[in-house]
C-alpha cells in the first residue's frame, strides 16, 4: 500500500469511529427519486431530506440509499 491509500483509508473507516461522508459532487446532482426535487444533507442525521416529498433518504458508509422505502417520512416540525 502506499501512504497515500494508509491516510486516506483510517479517516473513512467507520470500524474506528470515523463518519464516512458522501462525496460533494454527489450529492450536488442527486435529487429526490419521488418527486425529482432538491434535495437537502443534514450532517448531523446523516440523511437527505426531501421537504416536497416528506421524507428523510440515510446514507450509510457514505452512501445515500435513495429507495423510497428506505425513508422515513418527516413531521410536521421537522419541515
Known sequence: MTENSD????DADPANGARTEPDPKLLEILACPV???P???DRDAQE???KSAR????IRDGMPIMLPEEARE???DEL
Open 35 to 37: 418527486t425529482k426535487g
Open 48 to 50: 437527505l431530506i426531501s
Open 39 to 41: 434535495l437537502e444533507y
Open 7 to 10: 491516510a486516506q483509508g483510517a
Open 74 to 76: 418527516l413531521r410536521d
Open 55 to 58: 421524507l428523510a433518504f440515510p
